[in-house]
């Protein structure tokens, strides 16, 4: 059966090549720093599983020690100038795309159908996994088709995926810190002070104050933690639960459903939500780390007005 | 009440303000907020390698990467340029519409891994919407190239959260439910999709109008950056 685990040694398997090209790069000052950052991150992918987490957390607290003094470099990376991307751009036309195009189709077709497919009666794939089994299958299957396409040198693919993974750096791990401060977090019990902080200040004696709050409340805890997922247990059960469904009547499916949904509109514009605003940024190579932020706040501000309105009309519409 | 566990709250803000490196002020506010809620430093950092070594799932989108970079060193990007020049309907604010709405389709669908930015934004939706306005205005102004950057990062993700939730098997509807039945209400999965259609409609008129506007004010932040840059 193909578990995450296989998707976790090819990630390895890449880090560790992107390792040795930072190691090779004499064009890096930093080369040193690059070449322990991302050896670390591959190492908790290839021996994460078996690692103990007391070992797992000292690298991940290195790894963050690297990037936070005096930070990882860039080399000059060996690939092709704009003149000979617009000829080969011009000779290889639409195949191009080919590659490309397989990625997500694969990923869909493999969403679809894997999660039936037998092998002698076990699974052949993880079911529960099989979204990110299929996108892994999906990739490689495109790399195959790329190199029989472009025909590169062997260690080409490794090259430029380190050149992008270099305009990433750091951003790229971190989603991955941030759930490690969520867990934190809730090991603290942070939601339960901030829950006790929001129901002790504010009154909340009439419904359509409640239905604020809850959704500002979904909204700012959201933008404080990175993520509606952590915000949304604190604001139901502080407010959403006792005050909306409990004392003034409200349907619970609506008050939790469209909070969800306030909570993504301070997901819009938190520097916390790595992933989505930050990691874009290096991604696109944008000077302003705040640039994709700034984009989405008129949209978050109008949908989260348009959210509020949304609760208080449909969970009293008895 | 212990409100020396909000330490690590401020800690994250101040961090930003102070633009300090983003990686070390999480570690840093974590392990403030667990010795602050009264674990011992080796508990600290375990909880950091567990939960670390348990989300390696949301990295598996750097596995795109050897494909998206082979293709951009063979010209990806350039003969997407070139393709949606030839298109005199293209517009930005047209092109990035057309990607909102396959993003939100495709999400409600449960496919939400058919967009992203290491697969799609970078190689080729940016690519478009930039191409686009290029052929209207001509050369861009490197400050507009990055606006229309980021509005392409941003429809990615309002497509992506305001889809998602109409799939009945998605992680924040499946929370949901848990969340309710542990406090003795139950509700089928299809009644919480259901209530986030209204929202998804809301999002898709509001951000697309917002893009179809942003084709009127590109032609003013075109003019206004060259005359600066002169």
């Known amino acids: ?318 | 009440m212990h409100w020396f566990v909000l330490v690590g709250v401020v800690i994250v803000i101040v961090g930003f303000v102070l633009r300090l490196n983003p990686l070390l002020v999480v570690t840093v506010a974590g392990i403030a907020t667990g010795l602050a809620g009264g674990l011992d430093l080796v508990a600290v950092v375990e909880a950091f390698g567990k939960s670390f070594i348990e989300n390696r799932y949301v990295a598996i989108v750097w596995l795109v990467l050897p494909v998206i970079g082979l293709l951009e060193r063979y010209g990806l990007q350039e003969r997407t340029r070139e393709l949606v020049s030839r298109v005199h309907a293209a517009t930005t604010g047209r092109v990035l519409l057309s990607y909102l709405a396959v993003r939100q389709i495709t999400a409600a669908l449960g496919l939400t891994s058919l967009g992203g930015h290491a697969q799609m934004v970078r190689p080729l939706i940016a690519p478009m919407a930039e191409a686009a306005a290029e052929t209207k205005h001509g050369d861009l102004p490197l400050t507009v190239r990055e606006r229309i950057r980021a509005y392409a990062a941003a429809t990615d993700n309002v497509g992506l959260f305001f889809g998602e939730d109409i799939f009945i098997a998605i992680g924040s509807i499946l929370l949901i439910r848990g969340f309710l039945e542990q406090n003795g209400i139950t509700i089928e999965p299809i009644h919480l999709a259901l209530w986030a259609i209204p929202t998804a409609i809301a999002a898709f008129l509001v951000h697309g109008a917002r893009l179809l506007l942003l084709d009127r004010r590109l032609a003013a932040q075109v003019e206004a950056a060259r005359a600066e840059e002169r």
């Open chain 1, 1 to 318: 059966m193909i578990t995450l685990e296989f998707i976790y040694v090819l990630m390895g398997l890449l880090l560790a090549g992107i390792t040795l090209v930072s190691a090779r790069d004499r064009t890096n000052r930093k080369r040193w720093k690059n070449t322990a950052f991302w050896g670390m991150y591959a190492v908790t992918f290839l021996f994460g599983s078996y690692l103990p987490h007391l070992a797992s957390g000292a690298m991940v607290i290195a790894m963050a020690a690297v990037a936070g003094f005096g930070g990882l470099g860039k080399g000059d990376p060996d690939t092709t100038t704009q003149a000979e991307r617009v000829e080969s751009a011009g000779r290889l036309r639409n195949r191009l795309y080919i590659p490309a195009l397989l990625i997500p189709g694969l990923a869909l077709l493999g969403t679809l159908t894997l999660k039936k497919a037998t092998l002698r009666g076990t699974p052949l794939v993880d079911p529960k996994q099989v979204t990110v089994i299929s996108l892994g299958i999906a990739t490689l299957v495109a790399l195959a088709a790329a190199v029989a396409l472009l025909r590169p040198r062997a260690a080409t693919p490794v090259r430029e995926a380190r050149r992008l993974m270099d305009t990433v750096g750091w951003a790229a791990v971190l989603p991955q810190m941030l759930a490690a401060l969520g867990a934190l977090f809730a090991l603290a019990g942070v939601g339960k002070v901030v829950s006790e902080v929001t129901t002790r200040w504010i009154p909340l004696t009439t419904p359509f104050a409640a239905v604020v709050v809850y959704a500002l409340g979904m909204a700012l805890f959201t933008m404080l933690m990175g993520n509606a997922f952590a915000a949304f247990p604190v604001m139901a059960a502080g407010i959403g639960l006792p005050l909306i469904v409990g004392r003034f009547g409200g349907d619970p499916a609506v008050v939790s459903a469209i909070g969800m949904l306030a909570g993504f509109c301070g997901t819009l514009m938190t520097p916390m939500a790595a992933n989505f605003n930050i990691v874009p940024v290096a991604l696109l190579e944008l000077p302003d780390e705040k640039s994709v932020i700034r984009v989405q706040v008129p949209t978050a501000l109008i949908l989260l007005a348009v959210n509020t309105l949304l609760i208080y009309f449909l969970a009293f519409r008895r």
